[in-house]
């Protein structure tokens, strides 16, 4: 199992920008994907973006072009840059780290990113 904990979220207006980081407790060199999952009051939760431990991205659709997804394996440490953010874009933001492919995911506690129009 490992420990994630999430920061950076916060309120903005349309066509801000945010950062959010997760910091695991195990080195993340050794952990297979990682990413965000965010889910909006009365949806569900849905992939944002991951990143492999070989540094390859995936985006949901709705955020290509705007988000990027980033790690520091030195610091232990995915980031979620947020750019031209929408009020869609409002929900909670969710790390998450398959430590193997076939593994259980971990998760964070949650951070609230708001988008005001």
């Known amino acids: 199992q490992v420990q994630l904990v999430e920061s950076g979220g916060g309120l903005v207006h349309t066509g801000g920008s945010l950062r959010l980081s997760c910091v695991a407790s195990v080195s993340i060199f050794r952990i297979n994907t990682m990413g965000w999952y965010r889910q909006a009051p009365g949806k569900q939760r849905e992939l944002v973006a991951s990143?492999?431990?070989?540094?390859?991205?995936n985006y949901d659709d709705t955020v290509k072009g705007r988000f990027t997804i980033s790690k520091d394996n030195a610091k232990n440490t995915v980031y979620l840059q947020m750019d031209s953010l929408k009020p869609k874009d409002t929900a909670v933001y969710y790390c998450?780290?398959?430590?193997?492919?076939?593994?259980?995911?971990?998760w964070g506690q949650g951070t609230q990113v708001t988008v005001s129009s």
């Open positions: 998450y780290a398959d430590l193997y492919a076939d593994s259980p995911s971990s």
């Open positions: 990143i492999t431990s070989g540094g390859s991205a």
